[in-house]
């Protein structure tokens, strides 16, 4: 399996190093992400999960975000669980934090979420309003889908090189995504950027259903 296919579903001693990558290139956009969807959320929030959480970051940050909230994981790597249960372990001891491996199907356990947060996924969806639709079903009304993500122009050039030819989609705008979201039935879509807009760090759309 080749390196771009890693970052999709990492697997193995490859996988277990595409975390540590993950960990230190997207920690900072986990973080703000996080708190955009704090600012965005309409009310407390007491159910929220993240989708793709890889090494784990992004649920240390939500836990933190909302001290009184339920978080699950969702993530179809093992390998990725392995990395978030260990940078995580107090949380889950203490029963706050509950890991599951699987795809989208299975933020079921989070139902009716508060929020689904997913950093770097969106590439990774063969068909982005089906993986919405199904996001904004496990949502209660009013919930929140927070997209980070970066676009083509502004990723790293083997990103842009190696991505689509092992079946990733990148995306040229902001408005592909609001297609998307608009679609799978989501309303108040909006977006925000980290950073200067002619060099971002990376964006997030947000999404009420």
């Given amino acids: 399996m080749g390196l771009a296919h890693q970052f999709g579903h990492p697997r193995g001693l490859l996988g277990a190093l595409v975390g540590r990558v993950m960990a230190k290139g997207n920690a900072e956009l986990s973080r703000w992400v996080v708190q955009q969807a704090g600012d965005h959320l309409d009310g407390p ?19 933190v975000q909302f001290e009184q909230a339920h978080v699950w994981g969702v993530d179809r790597s093992s390998v990725m669980l392995a990395h978030s249960r260990k940078r995580n372990s107090s949380a889950i001891a203490a029963g706050r934090l509950t890991l599951v491996e699987g795809g989208t199907s299975a933020l079921e356990a989070s139902r009716p979420a508060d929020l689904v947060m997913a950093n770097h996924v969106i590439y990774f969806w063969r068909d982005p309003v089906a993986e919405l639709t199904l996001i904004r079903g496990f949502l209660r009304p009013g919930g ?25 989609r990148l995306y040229e705008t902001d408005d592909e995504l609001t297609r998307f979201a608009t679609a799978a039935g989501f309303t108040a879509i909006t977006h925000e950027v980290k950073g200067s807009t002619d060099s971002p760090d990376g964006r997030v759309a947000l999404a009420t259903a």
């Fill in 45 to 63: 929030a007491q159910r929220v999960a993240e989708l793709g959480p890889g090494p784990g970051i992004g649920l240390q940050a939500l836990l």
């Fill in 144 to 168: 929140l889908v927070a997209l980070g993500y970066q676009l083509r122009q502004h990723m790293p050039a083997q990103a842009q090189k190696r991505f689509p030819p092992a079946g990733h």
